[in-house]
C-alpha cells in the first residue's frame, strides 16, 4: 500500500516554544491531507483538513491560530503546535488522500508530543 | 451528529478463540465503514473497508460485516494469535470529504 510518513514520530517540548510536525506521502501525490489527534485511550479526532495550495478547514473547537496547517506541495504537509502547553501534549496522526478518485486515505504512523 | 460507539472498550481472550468486535453508528447515511488496528504508540493500519452497498468483507482471518439500517457492524477474528494485540478502531466516512469518524476503539489482548 501507498506510504505516508510523519516525522518526527516524537517530541519533547518546553511549554511556550512552538513544534512543527511533517506529513509526507511518499509514493504517491495527495489533493488532501487530513490531521487527527488521540488523546490517551480515546479515539482520533479530526483537527482540520488541508488543501494543497489553500487554507486549511478546520473543525468546531481547533484553534486555528494555534496550531497552524501549511499544504504548499502535493508530497507535504505541515502542522505546527505554536506556544505549546502542556494540555496539547497528544498523539497525532495525519493522513493522506491520493489523487485518484475513489481511493481511501492512508495513515501516518503517527507524532508523539510532550509539552513539558 | 454521527456517533460511533465501539463495545467492548477492551477484551482478554486466550489464543485460539474465535471472536466478535462490535462498532454502531448513529446515522445511517455512511459512505463506507472501515475497520483498522493500531499498535501501542503507533499509526493505523487499514484492515478492511466495506462500501454502503456491501454487507460484509474478508481478508484471511478477519470478516467484517455492516448492516447499515440498524448501524452495526462486526468484526470477526477467527482463531485468534498473540500477534492480534491491538487496538481496533472503526470509522465511518459520513460525506465526500473523505472525513472519517472514528469509535474509540477496542483493546484485544490475546494470551498465549
Known sequence: G????QHPSRVICKSGTSVKIECRSLDFQATTMFWYRQFPKQSLMLMATSNEGSKATYEQGVEKDKFLINHASLTLSTLTVTSAHPEDS????CSARPLEAYTEAFFGQGTRLTVV | ??????IPAALSVPEGENLVLNCSFTDSAIYNLQWFRQ???KGLTSLLLIQSSQREQTSGRLNASLDKSSGRSTLYIAASQPGDSATY???VKVDSSYKLIFGSGTRLLVRP
Open chain 2, 89 to 91: 478502531l472503526c470509522a
Open chain 2, 1 to 6: 451528529k454521527q456517533e460511533v460507539t465501539q
Open chain 1, 2 to 5: 501507498a506510504v505516508v510518513s
Open chain 2, 39 to 41: 499498535d501501542p504508540g
Open chain 1, 90 to 93: 497528544s498523539f497525532y496522526i
